[in-house]
């Protein structure tokens, strides 16, 4: 389509790490940046931030996603990162609402660690029928996805994707998205949105 992949990475933003996961989530950052996609994230500190720093070790392109209204806000009410990010976009919706931002922007969406924040951005990817990974061993909600997806019963259009490996998920994701499967995605998510607007 002419046009970057967007890899969303949702997760912790303030729950304790080992120094396992850190590495990992630096290294599916990496992954991302080396198979020359956007990652994207909603700016927090925590488990998407290290994927970050992978991310532009390896000179990636980095968008983040806040909830906050302005500059000001993010680092002094929210104590957010920013000086890793190329782009920062200022929602001005709230943790909650931003949920949205980030997934609705992201063509792919890649779940570490995580706990409520999390559940609901994963349950938001789902119901939009996205391609989801998850990066298994990261704890938090990682370790109940495959039991969640398995009493869901619903069919959204989204496939679920789990892993261990960081840089084998990013290849398999990749491998499981074309121009064609975006474009189905958008023209899914405007048919609804239609419906549901008029």
Known sequence: ???????????????????????RCRDLG????????????????????????????AHGHVVGISPATSLRRH??????????YDVLIFTGLGLMGRELVDIRSSDIVVVVGGRSGTLGEFA??????????VLTGTGGITDALAGVVAVLRKDTGAEVMYDNLPERLVKRLLAGISPTTIRARASRFRYSYEIATA
């Not at 938001?124 to 990974?133: H, R, V």
């Open 1 to 23: 389509m002419g046009v970057q992949i967007r890899i969303g990475v949702m997760g912790s933003a303030g729950a304790a790490a080992t120094p396992d996961v850190v590495s």
């Open 30 to 57: 990496r992954a991302i940046a080396e198979a020359g996609c956007c990652l994207l994230t909603g700016a927090c500190p925590g488990l998407p931030h290290e994927a970050v720093l992978g991310a532009k070790g």
């Open 75 to 84: 680092v002094d009410v929210d104590g957010s990162p920013y000086r890793e």
């Open 124 to 133: 938001i990817a789902y119901e939009e029928g996205k391609l989801i990974g």
